[in-house]
Nanobody, 115 residues
Framework: VQLQASGGGLVQTGGSLRLSCAAS????????MAWYRQAPGKQRELVAS???????TYADSAKGRFTISRDNTKNMVYVQMTSLKPEDTAVYYC??????????WGQGTQVTVSS
């Protein structure tokens, strides 16, 4: 199973980015999908998650600015990030849980927000 994240980059404060993550390989039915991030010297933290049925949860820091979505037919998860701040700078990881209880992580994509 592979999770391929893309869409990271360098953006100015107030800018937007859309991250995408594609799951491929022998993955059983996907349940929850999520985005995490890890800034230098900090622990990895949950940014947003979405259930198979589309129920979303967000970290307080992401509420109102980030929108997570998924395409179940393509095994993809997205996060639209707007009004980006320097404190959003981190490596962003996609995360998937399948219905057998296995968890998978993507390789991470760097998001850098300049002030």
């Amino acid at each position: 199973v592979q999770l391929q994240a893309s869409g990271g980059g360098l953006v100015q404060t107030g800018g937007s980015l859309r991250l995408s993550c594609a799951a491929s390989g022998s993955i059983f039915s996907i349940n929850a999908m999520a985005w995490y991030r890890q800034a230098p010297g900090k622990q990895r933290e949950l940014v947003a998650s979405i259930t198979k049925g589309g129920i979303t949860t967000y970290a307080d820091s992401a509420k109102g600015r980030f929108t997570i979505s998924r395409d179940n037919t393509k095994n993809m998860v997205y996060v639209q990030m707007t009004s980006l701040k320097p404190e959003d700078t981190a490596v962003y990881y996609c995360n998937v849980h399948d219905s057998l209880g296995y968890e998978y992580w993507g390789q991470g994509t760097q998001v850098t927000v300049s002030s």
